[in-house]
């Protein structure tokens, strides 16, 4: 009998890798921080042992869920202003109400509760886009959480920069710090071809060459953004970022809304990632990405939420659903964006597109164990015939019991373990008080 | 001091009528299965007295929902076959699943399943479209649900019932029995213009006027079934069933998917209702509905979730999400679809439909108590800058705590008080297991 460090037990397991392959009665063993083994219960118990072996036979694991753009501090904007026209939105509501709170502390809180919403819905690993990225990067490593956090940059001053020496000079610092970090990987982010000039690309694109990193960035999301960019620069934005040697295997194009057959072939042969972001694109009527095809022209496309000030939630469940819903009706066919792929979009694409897939988004031995355990026994999950497909058509996020990154369970039966969850509703109500005064 | 039935503090009011109102600090008085009061929580102290007195401080009160298009014994076909085409999905799943395992006791749980989910997430009344509805609405009368229930009519033989005659004389009936219940109502419910003849549909108008009751019809849901009925009937499906005259105030449209200028301008001039099912269109890839367009032209628009076997789930907070995020994109407008026009369609317009409106819909003096209670002090709803823009955008089914019809309590702080939750989800998994040999 090998002694491990934790054991669950469970009614179904779902590793991702392979698709479509469900597991029942098996038992996923973690040790060190990682996956040691997967194997039937009966197995298991005459295998190994530890102090900490959980039962969860009413329930399903599955990998963490990747949320591969997100902009956390927003959570803090969560429904301050919806229902308008997008200039209407920026300039009057998000720009001022960034512009007048978006200070260490309100980062800080932003991150925490962000990260609470995440880890309660079985998210284990988020793809950060905003400024400020040391403070979060350290409210991250705080709460043990998994994430690639954004060098972010744009062309105009913001609360955390008010030049572009000043973006690049922190961007360059956190990434040396974290070079070595164990959950916490870094991203060059840009804010999008609109807000950033070719010179500043040059030097994102430099940046991460001499780091090897990903460059994330908003591409596509709108009409006006790929018909402006005609005008400006005589090339649609991605073929722009292409001549200036962006786009490869390390490119995330978040949205990807507006894509015609040209950019679909430019994502492909570059074996560049897009994260899908359906909720946020029908809220903000943004339109329709052509998910399904990029998926045929082989593009790894993955899942995220946007920030919650235009979406208004983290949860990757009913993000899932509505991509499967949404591609459907988007081609025209039925058996587009199928259960099983929708949830491998959740997971393992994302994990692909953070350049991290070694390490997260499946269940298999010596990956880290990041997983999200689903309870399927009640009333809304019943019948059963699928596990699936249940997953992705009627499961919601209040049916996520437990989160563990990385060995670590960061929610352990609905609580969560390193979060006071008292004390940050009330840190919250203080920013709502605050920031209320002024709508 | 007027000793009342039951008194509920609350944290904020909406009653819906009128729209975008939202009362903070209000109590709800109910008597005799009435709204009796409405009233700040101070002056309510000083008026009313009862022993069943509620805090519900951190929550919302509104109307309970209306889910206006439903067939709750599908229920039991949760998940059964998801991701195939319209016609392989109904041939090799729906229609000899339904074949082999509609019997009487089939629907009595699947009914029984579809109304603790509908009550577990909030909603009071729903629109049935179904056979065996002699049985649908026994258990409906039982479990204390409001309901309209539909006398279902095909051309076809079901396990109902053999021919047309014993269709109409079932239907007849039931509306006879039902006709003084104080919370079912009766409609007709004829499949689709493409599974009923003219004569038939004659016969479905004559029960209709004679009782004064609506009809309720799945229309225009496919491209096919619109060029479909201009090669057969030379007409568009609605064109032909207005020449038959069963289009007007009593009409409820269901899907209404593909439809053109004429067809939206013959349900505006008629004062016809939509039911508008966003997930199920979605998910049988039916297509995008044009609902702004629809109340642009003042035609009424209800919400319904389709049966779960084409949804996963009879969910309208999702319904209402998914309508008011799906509408933007649609109509390429951020400001279409307001959340407070989405909640006002899960309510008042499911009421204005079923044409009990006078009774249920929204919360007013003298109306039914039917409310649904929702938790709004968790880290996903905050911050808390708009309950209208939380309830829509931000809040999950299982933040539901109470659900009322007719002032019985039938969900109680998450738990159903008429119906044993563990003997309902026992009896569905007997079901599961039968059904499962199959596949």
């Known amino acids: 009998m090998q002694t491990v460090d934790a054991i669950i037990h469970a009614g179904f397991i779902i590793p991702v890798q392979p698709l479509n392959h469900i597991l029942t009665q098996h038992s996923l063993v973690i040790h060190q921080g990682n996956i040691l083994d997967i194997l039937p219960t009966q197995l298991c118990n005459s295998r190994y042992q530890s102090d900490n072996t959980q039962e969860r036979l009413e329930h399903v694991i599955i990998p963490g869920l990747i949320n591969a753009h997100t902009h956390s501090p927003m959570s803090l904007f969560r429904g301050l202003a919806d229902d308008l026209a997008l200039d209407d939105w920026l300039n009057h509501y998000i720009w001022p109400a960034e512009k007048k709170w978006s200070t260490p502390e309100f980062i800080a809180a932003g991150t925490e509760l962000a990260i609470a919403e995440m880890l309660r819905s079985g998210t284990t690993c988020f793809n950060e886009h905003y400024p400020f990225a040391k403070i979060i990067a350290k409210i991250t490593d705080k709460l043990g959480m998994r994430a690639c956090i954004g060098g972010f940059f744009i062309d105009f001053p913001t609360n955390d920069a008010q030049n572009s020496e000043t973006y690049f000079n922190k961007a360059g610092q956190l990434i040396q710090q974290y070079q070595s970090h164990p959950l916490i990987t870094m991203a060059i982010a840009p804010h999008a071809p609109y807000s950033v000039s070719d010179n500043h690309f040059k030097r994102c694109l430099q940046l ?232």
């Open 208 to 439: 991460a060459e001499t780091y090897q990193l990903p460059i994330h960035i908003h591409m596509h999301e709108t009409k006006f953004e790929v018909t402006n960019s005609l005008k400006e620069y005589n090339a649609r934005p991605l073929e722009r970022l292409n001549q200036l040697g962006l786009i490869n295997q390390r490119f995330i194009s978040v949205h990807s809304v507006w894509l015609d057959d040209s950019d679909i072939q430019l994502l492909g042969t570059h074996n560049a990632h897009v994260v899908h972001c359906p909720k946020s694109n029908l809220k903000l009527a943004s339109g329709f990405a052509p998910i399904q095809q990029l998926i045929d022209d082989g593009v790894n496309v993955a899942l995220g939420t946007d920030g919650a000030a235009s979406n208004n939630s983290l949860d990757l469940f009913s993000e899932m659903q509505t991509a499967a819903l949404l591609a459907k009706a988007v081609s025209q066919s039925p058996t587009a964006l199928p259960a099983a792929q929708a949830l491998k979009m959740a997971t393992l694409n994302g994990a692909k597109a953070l350049g991290i897939d070694h390490i997260t988004g499946s269940l298999e031995t010596n990956k880290a164990a990041d997983l999200a355990i689903i309870h399927l026994n009640n009333i809304e999950s019943l019948p059963l015939y699928d596990p699936i497909s249940q997953l992705v058509y009627a499961t919601n996020k209040s049916q996520v019991t437990d989160t563990w990154v990385a060995g670590q369970q960061l929610l352990n039966n609905k609580k969560l373990t390193l979060i006071n969850e008292q004390q940050l509703c009330n840190t919250i109500k203080v920013w709502q008080d605050k920031i209320s005064k002024d709508l």
